[in-house]
């Protein structure tokens, strides 16, 4: 069965800093990966997806990750900040299984933007 | 919008009483979830939905229960409500497995006094 480790839980950065939250893995197969962003009082919506090709994916308000498999890594990166970016993210794989339905969300890295 | 909405949005009451939360989907999507949220410990599913009358355990299934007579509706229903069950519960939807993104609901949030 695979997990997802956010290895953060808050990470506070000042407003144009760039930032860098961690999301590690762990599955016995090839695997599908996502980020996505909850600001307050909403639900969850996509920020991006790893599915296969480019290791390095872009997304949404111009945060990006990268894929590694050597190190089941899948680190989410904005080179610059907005007080806007507050909010929680969450890491989540889905396996490559025939049949596989489950999508596993680690614990989420609240983001806190200072001015 | 996504297609899919959350009833109630909040709802408040008494150990001990039954409670069940309606997601309903518009798009025709084979896969519904249904994940609490609590913090330090992100979205755990409690149960899912992979087609009509089809439900399975998540991680986190004890105390809960789930009906999926008809594509658009999955419904979570917590017998017998206790103060450990106090979360913010959301719905999902998935048109396939494995490499597709989930919709998610705007959530319910339960307090259970």
């Known amino acids: 069965a695979q997990s997802v480790t956010q290895l953060d839980s808050q990470v506070p950065v000042f407003e144009e800093a760039p930032v860098e939250l961690r999301c590690n893995y762990s599955s016995s197969v090839s695997v599908y990966l996502f980020w996505y962003v909850q600001y307050p009082n909403q639900g969850l919506q996509l920020l991006l997806k790893y599915l296969s090709g480019s290791t390095l994916v872009k997304g949404i308000n111009g945060f990006e990750a990268e894929f590694n498999k050597s190190q089941t890594s899948f680190h989410l990166r904005k080179p610059s900040v907005h007080i806007s970016d507050t909010a929680e993210y969450f890491c989540?794989?889905?396996?490559?299984?025939?049949?596989?339905?489950?999508?596993?969300f680690g614990q989420g890295t609240r983001l806190t933007i200072n001015p | 919008d996504a297609g899919i909405t959350q009833s109630p949005r909040h709802k408040v009451t008494e150990t001990g009483t039954p409670v069940t939360l309606r997601c309903h989907q518009t798009?025709?999507?084979?896969?519904m979830y249904w994940y609490r949220q609590d913090p330090g410990h992100g979205l755990r599913l409690i149960h899912y939905?992979?087609?009509?009358?089809?439900?399975d355990k998540g991680e986190v299934s004890d105390g809960y229960s789930v009906s999926r007579s008809k594509t658009e509706d999955f419904l979570l229903t917590l017998e017998s409500a206790t103060s450990s069950q106090t979360s913010v519960y959301f719905c999902?939807?998935?048109?396939?497995?494995?490499?597709?993104?989930?919709?998610f609901g705007q959530g319910t949030r339960l307090t259970v006094v």
């Open positions: 999902a939807m998935r048109q396939k497995s494995g490499n597709t993104e989930a919709f």
């Open positions: 798009e025709n999507h084979r896969y």
């Open positions: 939905s992979y087609g009509v009358k089809d439900t």
């Open positions: 989540a794989v889905s396996d490559d299984t025939q049949g596989a339905q489950k999508l596993v």
